[in-house]
């Protein structure tokens, strides 16, 4: 199997980043570093990711997780915060986030040890929603939010089709529900920056068909087959 295959199958990663780990040198294969696509013999080989040896993992996890304001989704941090993993430590297999959500950013987040399926759902091109509540400063006016409908022109290009509606209004503030399914680095609240208003809050209420629901903050569940079904089936539709 080749190597950034049976990485992604170990649950350490998805599949991009497990290419990632090869091709930036921390990867060893019986001790010597490796930075190509070479195939590994699971039986035989010895592989090890930043110095540690990993293993296929026979169980697959799928788990929605209520993640609070104050967690990092990256595995590790070196500034000492708190992470994400920190919440599903009674999962014995090791797990990590699919995709990303901000250290300010509450709300779903999926997590699983399959790096085919975290890819799957990553993609942009299997077109899955991603739905967040934005608190924000100020009203926009209809025709304001429907240039985040059509696409907005950000730093690192125009942005897909988006969902939006105000759904809440405050005396000087509102709730807007957007649905997006690219995941670019801060897209939605860079979204609303570029429309003139600020995000105050903002938590993700659904990816797919997984619903945030009453999980309580800091607490997860796992997903139900139709739930896993639902994801699987997106990515065989792009397939055909
Ligand atoms: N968009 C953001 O700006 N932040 C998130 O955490 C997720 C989407």
Redesign the pocket.
Known sequence: MRINKYIASCGVTSRRKADELVLSGKVFVNGEKVTDFIDVDEEHDIVEVNGERIFREKTKYYIALNKPVGYITSVGDDRGRKSVTDLTTDIEARIFPIG???YN?SGLLLMTNDGDFANNIMHPSRKIY?T?VAHISGFPTPKTLDSLKRGIELSDGVTSPAKVKVIKAYPSSCDVEISIYE?RK?????MFEAIGYE?LE?C?ISVGNVMLGNIPEGRWRHLTKQEIAFFKKSAERVHK
């Open positions: 990303r959500l901000d950013t991603k967040y995941g801060r897209q939605v609240r860079r995000v903002l993700r």
